[in-house]
């Protein structure tokens, strides 16, 4: 079980109802736009796979694939873009809509009376610790908008990401023709969302989100975005 390797400060195993798993860190080559997501999987997880494991897979991944991208010079930054992003908070896993772009485009993808309820609700719930209202009400998927941040990569720095397409069915395909059995994840240090999964993936959203609840891909530029997840492994000698 030498193989398995874990980044800076995470673990390889993890517990998930009294049962062990282990978690592999696949590291890859820079992925851009346009790339064939089965044959990047093909390439780094297949060698790897074994009956029972299950990759997950960064959005990230298969949004680049998709070419989910917009260009900071498609985006026309208007009057709500600047005000409202002013009273998004920063978190550690960045600005989210508190960037302006990432604002203009969730209006841009909802609409503005839209995404001025949301706000709303959001400013009328928050004194009461209610989070994460304004992305429910405002849906679209604006919460997965990723980008328009270099911290990493220069290159995000003008690129804003869109959340995958019809992840569920990419899932299907990639079980259908690798023989892998997959999630697609959007995972930051806040939090994890499934976003899809293969058919056949025998295991809960809850309990795929605990596998991974520590986002062992990592939050910089670790450049691991496949992650091999393997249960009841031997733990005798693990390394991280």
Known sequence: MNMFYANPNKKIII?????NFARHSIK???????ENYLEIIKS????LYQPGDILSISEKVISLCQNRIVDIKEVKLGFWAKFLSQFVLK?????SVGNPYKMQV??????LPRILFAAACAALTKPLGIKGVFYK?????????DGFYGGAFE?????GILGPYKPNKVCDE????LGITCMIVDANDLGIKILGCSKNIGYSHEELKAMIKDNPAGQDNEQTPLILIRPNINTDKPHA
């Open 15 to 19: 517990e998930v109802n009294g049962k």
């Open 28 to 34: 890859t080559h820079f992925i851009t736009p346009q």
């Open 44 to 47: 780094y997880a297949s060698p």
């Open 91 to 95: 978190t550690k896993a960045g600005w």
């Open 106 to 111: 969730a209006i841009n993808l909802a609409g």
């Open 137 to 145: 009400v405002a849906g679209h998927g604006i919460s997965g908008i």
């Open 155 to 159: 290159w995000y720095k003008t690129k």
């Open 174 to 177: 990639i079980q259908a023709k």
